[in-house]
């Protein structure tokens, strides 16, 4: 996972905690204080926000817990892809160039060009050098893709 990545993790863990269950400790008190809780929705609602927040912080600890944080930034080997990197690759079937950034499963968000380091393409280009070409395994085939850039942050 990349620093950044565990720093969001770290974030969701405090607005969770330290934002947003409190405010729902509340809620369910005000509403337990009103009496019959068998039909108290704000009773019932809040109770199961509060199991759903508890699994979360739960899950997230455990994650952070058993991660390895990479810092991209530091990374000696700028001419070959690693963890971290910025790709871009041309598709040779049609020379669409797509730009992605090989993050951790945690952090994987298509919409923003962010692929995990275990999906398919991220796998064909992990150890790539500028201008190899490299076949990836899809649903719909194998396609070949050349490394066309790649780029590191600054370090």
């Known amino acids: 996972m ?7 993790l770290r974030e969701e ?3 969770l905690w330290e934002d947003e269950r409190p405010k729902v400790v509340e ?9 019959d809780r068998s039909e108290n929705a704000d009773y ?4 199961r926000r509060l199991r759903q927040i508890d699994g979360r912080v739960r899950f997230l600890r455990k994650r952070l817990d058993r991660v390895q944080v990479v810092d991209p930034a530091a990374q000696a080997r700028r001419d070959q892809v690693f963890f971290g990197a910025t790709v871009t690759y041309a598709r ?8 992605i950034r090989i993050v951790g ?9 962010d692929v995990s380091w275990v999906a398919p393409v991220a796998r064909a280009l992990l150890g790539a050098k500028l201008g190899d ?8 085939g194998v396609e070949e893709i050349e490394v066309v850039a790649i780029a590191y942050p600054p370090g």
């Open 105 to 113: 499963v945690d952090e994987a968000d298509a919409d923003r060009g």
């Open 133 to 140: 070409v490299r076949k990836i395994r899809l649903p719909g």
């Open 2 to 8: 990349t620093p950044a990545g565990a720093a969001a």
């Open 27 to 35: 809620v369910v008190s005000w509403a337990a204080s009103l009496g």
């Open 13 to 15: 863990i405090r607005r």
């Open 92 to 99: 040779l079937s049609d020379d669409a160039e797509v730009t």
């Open 44 to 47: 019932q609602y809040g109770k």
